[in-house]
């Protein structure tokens, strides 16, 4: 398919560099988050955030090339005036980084559910549109957002090309014994209900970077990847595939997270429904918003507030993170039984990226496996790739940032290149 996509050509030693400008949209029920890259330094030249659309108070968050940030009040009834005003800001002459919007050369979603549908990014044409509306009912909070994102898109700049970035697709290839529930087999065959696993980008990214970062080959290597950050999932990677993972059918199983409980008794069910008074929607509430560190803390889904809490001697706040930490332990040593042994743990995400203490007491609990850090280092890696295991450690632990945006960006490019 011929492609319209704006290029600028820069001669270089007679190659031809391609500079393309990718536009990655995070759209959720009432946000748009956004990043601009140019991708020929893989660089973010715009980014910011759209809050509370649909609500009176809305408002545009975003950084000025200088790094200043600025807030523009509006009211933003839907997406598509959402998109409008991130476009507009996008070019405006003020804090503009494009002189127009024809040098935008396509746009990269990230999408929540594939279902079974997508184990890659792919491009989207109607047939793909149509398969996002059919895993709404997987997806319901997020999917007819990323839709509307989608529509906006397609509706104010009909020329570019979008990609669709799953958080899903990464899971897809595991097999059957680890994705399915064992209820009654016809629950998989008529409604799909099996385990999806979700942060797909996320353990994609970081296992892969890993590797790289290392020098290594993804062939041959066993890596658990633990993304802990407000939302939690960790992920069996083995040739660069991922075998198993922690989140489920919804992202509310699993370690336990800022505001999700992670796995509970499902035979608890009809006894909590009838106790509390509870329903299938206010359960739902119950287990993904109300739960987690939040639920048992009392103080915060936050672990910046629950440390400070702890520091100031709340006990609620400390048997929060015990519990955190000890699941963590717990699926970590299951995922490596899973693999029959690992070579490399990666921490990611805001918890895993930052937080020293957590990594400290997470790989404590592990050393029945070899697992030894180096104290000193692990204490000054925040946010920066960099191996905090001894020498000696028979599980090298490392620590690589995530970024989703640029994978999404980095997918789009590659598809809309082809
Ligand atoms: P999300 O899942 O929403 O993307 P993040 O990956 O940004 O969330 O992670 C947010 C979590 O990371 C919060 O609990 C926050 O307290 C925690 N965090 C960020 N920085 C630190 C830090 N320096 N020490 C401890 N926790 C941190």
């Known amino acids: 398919m011929l492609l319209s996509i704006h290029i600028e050509h820069t001669k270089f030693k007679n190659h031809i560099i391609f500079r393309m400008k990718i536009l990655v949209l995070n759209c959720g029920s009432s946000s748009i988050k956004y990043k601009l890259f140019e991708m020929e330094n893989r660089e973010v030249i715009a980014q910011g955030g759209i809050e509370k659309i649909g609500l009176k108070d809305s408002f545009l968050k975003f950084t000025l090339p200088s790094g200043e940030k600025k807030i523009i009040e509006k009211e933003i009834p839907e997406h598509t005036a959402g998109v409008q005003l991130v476009l ?18 396509a746009v990269g979603h990230r999408v929540l559910h594939g279902g079974q549908a997508f184990s890659e ?3 989207i044409d109607s047939k793909v549109e149509k398969a996002i509306e059919d895993n709404i009912e997987l997806g319901p909070l997020h999917n007819p957002a990323n839709l509307k994102g989608i529509n906006a898109i397609k509706a104010i ?3 570019v090309p979008q990609v669709a970035v799953f958080d899903t697709a990464f899971h897809q290839t595991m097999p059957e014994k680890a994705f399915l529930y064992a209820l009654p087999y016809e629950y998989y065959e008529k409604y799909a209900v099996r385990r999806y696993g979700f942060h797909g980008t996320s353990h994609r990214y970081v296992s892969k970077r890993v590797c790289d970062f290392l020098g290594i ?19 069996a990677v083995k ?18 997270m800022g505001t999700r409980a992670g796995e509970i008794d499902p035979g608890m069910l009809p006894y909590v429904f009838s106790k509390a008074g509870l ?5 739902n509430t119950l287990v993904n918003k ?5 639920g048992i803390s009392g103080v915060s889904s936050d672990m910046r507030d629950l440390i400070s809490a702890i520091e100031s001697g709340n006990k609620r706040a400390k048997l929060a993170l015990d519990m955190f930490e000890y699941r963590a332990i717990k699926l970590i040593g299951s995922f ?22 957590v990594r400290k007491d997470i790989c404590d609990g592990l050393s029945y496996l070899g697992i030894k850090i180096d104290e000193k280092i692990n204490k000054t890696v925040h946010g920066k790739e960099q191996i905090i295991s001894t020498p000696d450690s028979k599980i090298q632990v490392i620590v690589i940032p995530t970024d989703e945006e640029l994978t999404i960006a980095s997918d789009t490019e590659e598809i809309v290149s082809k």
């Open 336 to 357: 490596v039984a899973a693999l029959n042994g690992a070579d490399i743990l990666v921490f990611t995400g805001g918890i895993g990226e930052n937080s020293d203490p």
């Open 157 to 159: 700049l009909p020329k």
């Open 217 to 235: 080959k993804q062939e041959g290597t066993k890596i658990i990847t633990a993304h802990i950050g407000n939302g939690g999932s960790l992920a």
């Open 239 to 256: 040739d660069g595939k991922c075998v198993d993972t922690t989140m489920g059918m919804t992202p509310a199983e699993g370690l336990v």
């Open 290 to 294: 109300k739960s987690g560190l939040l």
């Open 279 to 283: 329903d299938a929607e206010s359960f």
């Open 121 to 123: 990014s792919v491009l």
């Open 88 to 105: 507009d800001t996008l070019t405006s002459k003020e804090y503009g980084v494009l002189g127009s919007l024809d040098e935008l050369d």
